[in-house]
């Protein structure tokens, strides 16, 4: 009787746990939608300053600002590392700081700062436990991404470190999400080439005082809003591969249930079989004495 | 009047006015700047300060507004702001205090970018208060 016993409190178990997969691939279904909401309402902002930006890139002569410029050299690599601050979301948070030790390997020098509680946790595990680090789900969102967004040109502006590039998560879809690292200062100068490919038939544009000063301006905002905007795309990535995972997770649970519950019929009835031939044999042998 | 344009301010987190303008005046790192529509291609940095539009049927918008740009194009005129605060989102007593604490810290800042960072709060914690005083 024991083995019936056994399964019928396994299936118990997987049933609470099904419950709870249940319920969280639910809120993940509510976090995403206001995580979405949150990158459409950055939408506006976003494009305009790249407009901005590419009418700036087009017009100035000469750039004068550190962000143009690369840093100073033999200053180690900075990296921002973003992932979410809890699991429960398959390997998530694991690919994203995959991609910044792959980072790592070519960087040998790296100076990390972390967005997240898990990339915290990475930036120690890699050796280095007190680098500057900041929530990702705090809120505002955008204090945070002005915070890290001013340490970071601190670092660079003293020279500290040589670069600014970021590893956070790019959600490509609902069921894709994927790490992606790439340099925010100093500014490429292809982004110059691009922008004068790209600039429309606008014609001579006023600036005041000058394209050289209101750059000067532009780039430090940019810096954070891109920190901000990443920000809010790695959160909206979390939540869809949490949804992904706690349904992969349901289904998993609900195959195991079926599995278990047939195991146990088969050995109940064969407990009861087993009780009815006993029976019988015993009546027999009375009714043979 | 020479018409509307269509104007918009945005900040990070939305989209805080967008509708037609006579004339927007926003303050420039060089001073108040003046847009009517029809301007030519034009792009200056923001100072915090008080924004002011005339929205066509007359009605004006006030906002205090955090650093920023704007943009003018002869069909558009785009404002970015890091915030924009309307008269009811204001609690004076607030911007009082942030006022006198920015101006005490002002006296003893380091270098001049921290003097600068300081200006800004000093900036909008007025365009605050020029907010309420109407």
């Given at each position: 009787m024991a083995a019936l016993k056994d399964l019928r409190d396994r299936i118990r178990?997987?049933?609470?746990?099904?419950q709870i997969t249940k319920a969280m691939k639910q809120v993940a279904a509510a976090k995403i939608r206001r995580a979405e909401q949150a990158k459409k309402q950055a939408r506006p902002?976003?494009?305009t300053?790249?407009?901005m930006l590419r009418d700036l890139l087009v017009n100035v002569s000469s750039v004068d600002h550190p962000f143009m410029k690369p840093g100073r050299s033999g200053a180690p690599s900075g990296v921002i590392l973003m992932t979410a601050d809890k699991g429960l979301a398959g390997a998530f948070n694991a690919n994203?700081?995959?991609e910044a030790e792959q980072y790592r390997n070519s960087h040998s020098d790296a100076l990390f700062y972390s967005v997240g509680i898990k990339a915290r946790n990475a930036v120690r595990r890699l050796g280095q436990p007190d680098r500057p680090t900041w929530p990702l789900s705090a809120q505002p969102k955008i204090s945070t991404a002005r915070e890290v967004a001013a340490r970071v040109t601190e670092d660079f502006d003293r020279g500290a470190i040589s670069d600014i590039t970021l590893v956070s998560a790019q959600m490509i879809s609902m069921m894709v999400q994927r790490p992606y690292a790439r340099t925010l200062v100093p500014v490429e100068p292809s982004a110059r080439d691009e922008a004068k490919a790209q600039a429309g038939p606008r014609g001579a544009v006023e600036f005041a005082p000058s394209p050289e000063f209101v750059l000067s301006r532009l780039l430090p905002k940019y810096l954070e809003f891109t920190l901000f905007a990443a920000m809010l795309e790695t959160d909206a990535a979390f939540f869809a591969a949490q949804l992904v995972a706690m349904n992969n997770a349901t289904d998993n649970a609900g195959k195991l249930i079926d599995?278990?519950?047939v195991h146990m019929n088969n050995a109940r009835q064969a407990a009861i079989t087993k009780e009815l031939l006993e029976i019988v044999s015993g009546a027999e042998a009375l009714a043979k004495a | 009047m020479a018409g509307t344009v269509p104007f918009k301010l945005i900040t990070p987190t939305e989209v805080v006015f967008e509708g037609d303008a006579e004339l927007v005046i926003a303050v420039g790192t060089e001073g108040e700047e003046g847009i009517l529509p029809h301007h030519a291609p034009f792009l200056t940095a923001?100072?915090?300060?008080?924004?002011?539009a005339n929205k066509s049927g007359g009605n004006r918008l006030e906002l205090a507004t955090g650093e920023g740009f704007m943009q003018a194009l002869p069909d558009r005129v785009t404002v970015l702001v890091d915030r924009a605060l309307r008269f009811e989102d204001v609690n004076p007593a607030e911007a009082r205090n942030e006022l006198s604490a920015a101006l005490e810290r002002q006296k003893s800042a380091a270098d001049p970018a921290a003097f600068a960072r300081e200006q800004a709060i000093i900036d909008f914690a007025n365009a605050k208060l020029r907010l309420t005083h109407h």
């Open positions: 178990s997987l049933r609470n746990t099904q902002y976003a494009d300053l790249d407009e994203i700081i995959r599995e278990l519950t | 923001l100072r915090p300060g008080v924004l002011r």
